[in-house]
């Protein structure tokens, strides 16, 4: 497997268990409930529509759905392994958060990581977790990076119940039986802008046509992310639903398995998972669906798109494609 050019999801789906019913299952099947998203890396209440960026304090933890990988991903295993450590560190049964340590040694895996789970572990009596996706920031032979984007519910001491989220970029490396979990990187959000930019504010005011999840919306609050990245967002709104996955928050500083930094710290890329309510890794999704917003993307400016299939046409390699980009679109702006 290699790693060709830029970026980095999975598929979210399944029954809606009962919400204690989740946090009180065994390690196994923790991996099934929820998660969040080299070098290191860079929410909305239970009644929000999809493309909702809110967060706060909301009455109740909600019911979390089920994420399983898709029929189409590269090594589900790897995904499933890095979901279920985050959920593992991140969901937690009223006055267990205390007990994450052991959560995830039972994992066998080593407890130290969550000295590293940083913001997945906010101050709160009980937490419930939800996958937005889980999405590769790069996958090779022996090596991964897989972004776990999540919603977060904590219900704090006082009774309030505060939504949120992150993005994690889970390092792993194959090991036997199971591939092990080597460093989290949290994604280090920062402080919303004062004076966001037009682009930004429509961007934000968008909903369900351009969906961010928490991180994601984050980054475009703090005023980081690039007009170039804003003002495409906005021109394949026009035509498409957009799932965004990851713009710079929690994403690898460099292209995984290289030296080349990324666009996406820097707030000049973003990536799409879900293209009109269909997942692009999933195989019954439309070719000509993904292609056409690839084509637009190269349209709206991106020197860079990456995605399931390599395109012919556009300008020399602004179109690739390669095992990571097998579940997004990623596109990448100079200006």
């Known amino acids: 497997m290699s790693v060709l050019g830029e970026g980095a999801d999975g598929v979210r789906g399944g029954a809606r268990p009962g919400r204690r019913a989740l946090l009180k299952a065994a390690p196994a099947?923790?991996?099934?409930?929820?998660?969040?998203?080299g070098?290191?890396?860079?929410?909305?209440?239970?009644?929000?529509?999809p493309g909702s960026t809110a967060t706060g304090p909301v009455s109740r933890l909600p019911d979390v759905g089920v994420w399983?990988?898709?029929?189409?991903?590269?090594?589900?295993?790897?995904?499933?392994?890095?979901?279920e450590l985050v959920?593992?560190?991140?969901?937690?049964?009223?006055?267990?958060r205390g007990a994450a340590r052991a959560r995830v040694g039972a994992l066998r895996l080593a407890p130290s990581l969550v000295d590293q789970a940083g913001p997945l572990r906010p101050a709160g009596a009980e937490a419930v977790l939800e996958v937005v996706v889980a999405q590769y920031g790069g996958i090779l032979a022996d090596t991964a990076s897989v972004l776990v984007v999540c919603r977060q519910w904590v219900r704090r001491d006082?009774?309030?119940?505060?939504?949120?989220?992150?993005t994690v970029d889970v390092r792993l490396r194959r090991a036997r039986p199971r591939w092990e979990v080597t460093a989290l990187h949290p994604a280090a959000l920062g402080a919303p802008s004062a004076a966001p930019g037009e682009a930004a504010r429509r961007v934000l005011a968008a909903g369900p046509a351009i969906e961010l999840p928490p991180a994601a919306a984050a980054d475009v609050r703090s005023g980081a992310v690039h007009t170039s990245v804003l003002e495409a967002l906005l021109e394949l709104a026009r035509k498409h639903r957009l799932g965004v996955s990851v713009v710079r928050s929690g994403h690898?500083?460099?292209?995984?398995?290289?030296?080349?930094?990324?666009?996406?710290?820097?707030?000049?890329?973003?990536?799409?998972?879900?293209?009109?309510?269909?997942?692009v890794v999933d195989p019954a999704?439309?070719?000509?669906?993904?292609?056409?917003?690839m084509r637009a993307a190269a349209a709206a400016g991106s020197y860079n798109v990456g995605g399931p299939y390599l395109l012919s046409g556009g300008t020399?390699?602004?179109?690739?494609?390669?095992?990571?980009?097998?579940?997004?679109?990623?596109?990448g702006f100079g200006t």
Do not use: N, Y
């Open 39 to 49: 070098g290191g890396s860079a929410g909305a209440p239970p009644t929000a529509r």
């Open 158 to 166: 006082d009774g309030a119940v505060v939504a949120g989220g992150t």
């Open 87 to 96: 959920r593992a560190i991140g969901a937690w049964p009223a006055g267990e």
């Open 316 to 331: 020399a390699g602004q179109f690739f494609s390669d095992d990571t980009h097998r579940d997004h679109v990623h596109m």
């Open 29 to 37: 099947v923790l991996l099934g409930v929820a998660g969040c998203a």
């Open 252 to 279: 690898p500083l460099k292209v995984f398995g290289t030296d080349r930094p990324s666009d996406h710290p820097r707030g000049r890329a973003v990536d799409v998972w879900r293209i009109d309510g269909r997942a």
């Open 285 to 293: 999704t439309p070719r000509r669906l993904v292609e056409s917003l």
């Open 68 to 83: 399983r990988p898709s029929p189409g991903d590269v090594r589900p295993e790897v995904k499933e392994r890095a979901v």
